[in-house]
């Protein structure tokens, strides 16, 4: 099957590449990026006046599949994430049962390789039941396709642990992604610390809670020459340590959500259980920092957390709410207001959704070099909608941004060169 995109602006970071080109795909595959190609017997797509760009990729997402599929499921999920541009996802472990062996690993990617509409890169949990008490076969799942080991959901809360994963992840060339969390200093807090909380009469949760144990990971990846990546980061000290420790040189890398960059503690008010997540919602200080760190590259990654919920694990009182929102179908509209707004420029925020996450993860993606899988997303940068939360693919529906008046979207997804999702 052959396609011709005509009349894009191409943008792929991770060549330079931004002007005016077509795109040529056959048999899956980037055949030609050119001006005015003649191709006959194509499938066309008229790109003027958009953008086309690598398939987006979220290195955060949870699809619940195997043990909660009333939340999401591995195709659902697919077919949220190819509705918002994503063409490839890295799946957290924290599953029933969680994803900490072969036999989980291979069933998510034949489930994912039979049925969904995107690329499904599994990471595999860092301890066994992410209990934190012994490592899992980090080996056997790297060995069966895990990307990346994580017991996301849930920090490492034995420093000797930590560091034996960093160690035995190395030979893989594979990251430990840390969820950052110290549960002492936690207890039981279910919103930002700070006035706010103290105004809802709600138990607050410290910037330090996230700071210190990032610093401990920092420390432990700077000792063992390990790869780090922190997962979700939303204060102002967690910029500051690990932008510090790049600066040395240690090996860690980190990822911003959209919703951290975008909303602050005050649309908990109302006791929206919609923005109750974790790591909560912080002050503004804090979201100013994050959007800094994606500026000055500190961060390199946007990634969704997509956690969906049933409804009913969100219509309740707010400190037994379940925490996340779902993020896959509005993430790229939310990031290009970072374009809007000045804080990056088009490339620097196509890169954080596309050729970063896939080098922090090592995967052949993310880039429209000539002979790769043809993933790639069109986007109307210009496209006006307003969420409607009703209508997402998703199956669950938790998010605080219905409503919303958004601009920018995709318009067709492509996985290895098949039209996997058209607006």
Known sequence: MRILIKGGRVLDPAHGIDGTFDLLIEDGRIARIDKDIAAEGCERIDASGKLVTPGLIDIHVHLRDPG??????????????????????????????????????????AKAAAEAPANIFPV????????????????????????????????VISGELMRRALEYARPFGTPIIAHSEDLSLVCNGVMNEGFVATELGLKGIPWVAEAAPIARDVMLAEFTGG??????????????????????????????????????????RGYNTNAKMNPPLRHADDVA??????ADGTIEVIATDHAPHHVDEKNVE????????????????????????????????IAKLTCNPARVLGIERGNLEVGRMADVTIIDPDLKWTVD????????????????????????TLVAGKIVFKR
């Open 124 to 155: 595999g949990a860092i301890t066994q039941g992410s209990k934190s008490e012994s490592l899992a076969e980090i080996g056997d799942m790297a060995e069966a396709g895990c990307v990346a080991f994580s017991d996301d959901g849930l920090p």
């Open 318 to 349: 707010f400190n037994i709410a379940m925490n996340g929102i779902v993020g896959l179908e509005t993430s790229l509209p939310l990031t290009l207001r970072l374009v809007a707004d000045g804080y990056l420029s088009l490339s620097d925020a």
């Open 227 to 268: 790869r780090l990546h922190i997962a979700h980061v939303s204060t102002r000290a967690a910029v500051d340590v690990i932008r510090a420790a790049q600066q040395r040189g240690v090996r860690v890398s980190c990822e911003a959500t959209p919703h951290h960059f975008t909303l602050t503690e005050e649309a908990v």
């Open 68 to 109: 909660f599929e009333y939340k999401e499921d591995i195709v659902s999920g697919a077919r949220a994430a190819v509705a918002g541009g994503f063409t490839s996802l890295a799946c957290m472990p924290n599953t029933k049962p969680v994803n900490d062996n072969q036999s989980v690993t291979r069933y998510i990617l």
């Open 289 to 294: 920092a994050i959007r800094e760190g994606l």
């Open 389 to 412: 939360a009703e209508k997402f693919i998703s199956r669950s529906k938790n998010t605080p941004f219905d409503g919303w008046q958004l601009t920018g979207a995709a318009t067709h």
